[in-house]
Structure formats: structure tokens, C-alpha cells
């Protein structure tokens, strides 16, 4: 009688190899603590790991508001990468979108208070899928890579946007954009009063929204599997008749819409986060780089990474209690994603040690 074998699904394995890198930046940020002042290290660490948790609902509040952007970005990096692209011009996408809210926002004043949000939400979403068409575009017709290619773009958005904010949305008193009209912002839907905090709003639930949405295309269509099929091999999926250049154009334009939404769904916040002109491109979109690696691109995957990502920020923001620098925790996500990055080598490793019995028990049989 054959004895059965425990395998891993590859869900399973993408899992097991997130909680490794999770698990070596959570280590790497404590020898840091301990190098630091050894002291306070063990206090320290146990805030990081409480995170949002240790100011009640408004500690999960922040979580949500910190959250929001970042599995907007994730999901956008994550979704062309499961169609073989790598889409590192986030950061842009997710800024031109947060300029199209925000011009919305503040001079389509003319719209009734129940729609206008809505209106700015899609205007940011279309800036941002047509900041993510232009590589995808250049990648199907020129075959031009669509690093380089979005990475210019990051840049071209930023300056671009910096000029737009000045002509447009400039308020010269405070060196940033004016506030948007009450009609823009996010309804909370009492959210605030629940979790005693003005961060949160039903920003949340549109970013899981997505989330289902995502997951339902990428994994329920036929659409989602022509993509996906392009993604793991281009020749085989031309040859078979799907159009290839087509879904690479789509491909990035959904991702670039992905990130645009997020931009507007920060700034649409009314939590006192405004435009500034900066010679700075958008965290949040290299943020987004962090998730999509942490979450294997995985819709679900990318959702609880960035919900980690936000739980661990707002940790790290009260070691400061402890004479520590937050930065550590930046230390710590960078560490994580460096292992997260190596996630395809442990998963392969676990494949050779898995295929090393069943090698060994065949050779036997052939003798």
C-alpha cells in the first residue's frame, strides 16, 4: 500500500514563503532594535508587531487609511505582472490620478454633492489608465520595454503635474494644492464616529471591491485567462489566436487605472492630505511594488500584504515612544521585500526537495 505524500498547492507554497520574508524582516528589524538600544529593543519590537491594534479602532482606522493606496498600487503591479509585464511606472499613474481627483474635486463644483466624489473618482481612474497606456502601447506596436518605458513616465507625470497644480489648483499661501469641495470628499458613512477617527472613510471597501473584481478577471473569465496566457507564453498564446498586443495595450491601461484610483481615493480623503509641488515621485507606487511581491500578485494575497504593510507602519510610528526612529520600519518592510523577492527561489527549492523522493523511488523501479 502506496503511502500518500503531503504536497503543497501552489497558493500554499506562495504563502509559506511570504510568512519566511515576513519572517526574516520581522528578525532583521530586531538585531536593528537590539544594536540600537538593547533595552528598549524587546518593548520596541512588541509595539511593531501590536501595530494598528494599540489604539483601539483608531489604530485600525489609520491601518485602513494607510492601507488603501498601497493595495490599489500593489493590485495594479500584481495585475500586469500575472499578463508578463512589469509595470514600475505606478508612481506616476497613481499621481496623475491624484491630480485629476483633485482638479475635480476643486472646480467641478457644479456637481451635486452624491456624484461629484464619484465623478473625481473616475476622472482619476481614467488619468491613470491612460498614464499606463502610453508602455503598454509602446510595447505592443515598438516592442519598446515597458521598464523603461514607465519609469520615464513616473517622471514625465511628476514634473507634468507639478506644472498643472501651479496653474490650476495652487494655493501660494501654503505652498500646496486648495482644499477640494465637501461634495468630493469620500463619504464616511459614520465610519468616523465608529472608529472614532477623521481618517476613515469607505475608501476601504472600494479598494476590496477591486480586490473581488480583479480576482474575478483574472481568474473567472476568458478575458483574465487570454491575459494570463500571454503573461506565462507569448508565442504559445499568439499561435494559438489570441491577440497579444491587444491585451498587453489593456493590460496597462488596467493597471494604470488601478494606480490612478488609488491617487484619488488618498487625496479624496479629506484627512488633510493635499498636492504639493515636490521633486519627488509618489511612495506609494513603489509601495505598491512591495505588496504585489509580498501578495505573490495575487489579488487576495496583495489585500492582506497591504493591510501587513499598513499594521506594521502604524507600529512603527509609536516606537517612537521608545526613542526610536520609525524608519526602522522601514528597514523592515525593505527587508521583507528583498526576501519576498526571492520568494520564486524558495518556492523552487521547495519543488527540488519535493521531486527528490519520487527521482530517487523511479530510479530504483528502473533497475
Not at 25 to 51: C, T, V
Not at 193 to 222: G, P
Request: aromatic residues 12%; contains cysteine; charged residues 10%.
Amino acid at each position: 500500500m502506496k503511502k500518500q505524500k503531503f504536497e503543497l498547492s501552489k497558493g500554499g507554497k506562495d504563502f509559506l514563503a511570504s510568512i519566511v520574508a515576513i519572517a526574516a524582516g520581522l528578525l532583521f528589524g530586531l538585531i536593528i532594535l537590539l544594536f540600537s538600544n538593547a533595552r528598549q529593543a524587546f518593548p520596541a519590537f512588541g509595539m511593531i508587531l501590536k501595530g494598528g491594534f494599540t489604539d483601539g479602532l483608531s489604530g485600525l482606522a489609520q491601518v485602513f487609511y494607510l492601507s488603501t493606496p498601497i493595495i490599489l498600487t500593489g493590485l495594479s503591479v500584481g495585475f500586469a505582472f500575472k499578463t508578463g509585464l512589469f509595470n514600475i511606472g505606478s508612481s506616476g499613474q497613481f499621481t496623475c490620478g491624484a491630480f485629476a481627483a483633485v482638479y475635480i474635486g476643486v472646480k467641478w463644483t457644479f456637481l451635486p454633492g452624491g456624484v461629484h466624489w464619484i465623478v473625481a473618482l473616475i476622472g482619476a481612474l481614467i488619468a491613470g489608465a491612460i498614464w499606463g497606456m502610453v508602455p503598454g502601447i509602446l510595447k505592443a506596436v515598438a516592442n519598446v520595454n515597458e521598464v523603461i518605458t514607465s519609469i520615464m513616465m513616473n517622471y514625465i507625470g511628476m514634473y507634468l503635474v507639478n506644472i498643472l497644480i501651479v496653474k490650476y489648483v495652487y494655493d501660494p499661501i501654503k505652498s500646496q494644492s486648495v482644499p477640494v469641495a465637501k461634495s468630493a470628499i469620500i463619504p464616511k458613512l459614520g465610519l468616523d464616529k465608529i472608529f472614532h477617527s477623521n481618517n476613515i472613510n469607505i475608501s476601504i471597501f472600494i479598494a476590496i471591491l477591486a480586490v473581488i473584481i480583479i480576482y474575478i478577471v483574472l481568474n473567472k473569465t476568458t478575458f483574465g485567462y487570454e491575459l494570463k496566457a500571454c503573461g506565462l507564453s507569448p508565442e504559445a498564446s499568439r499561435y494559438a489566436g489570441i491577440n497579444a498586443k491587444r491585451n498587453i495595450i489593456l493590460s496597462m491601461t488596467i493597471a494604470g487605472a488601478l494606480s490612478g484610483l488609488g491617487g484619488g481615493l488618498l487625496y479624496l480623503a479629506g484627512s488633510g492630505k493635499y498636492l504639493q509641488v515636490l521633486d519627488v515621485l509618489a511612495p506609494q507606487g513603489f509601495n505598491g511594488i512591495s505588496v504585489a511581491l509580498l501578495g505573490m500578485s495575487n489579488p487576495i494575497g496583495i489585500l492582506f500584504a497591504g493591510l501587513f504593510i499598513g499594521h506594521i507602519t502604524v507600529g512603527g510610528n509609536n516606537i517612537q515612544l521608545y526613542n526610536f526612529v520609525p524608519e526602522i520600519v522601514d528597514i523592515i518592510i525593505s527587508t521583507i521585500i528583498y526576501f519576498g523577492a526571492f520568494a520564486l527561489l524558495i518556492k523552487s527549492l521547495f519543488d527540488r526537495f519535493r521531486r527528490r523522493p519520487s527521482e530517487a523511488a523511479a530510479v530504483k523501479e528502473e533497475k
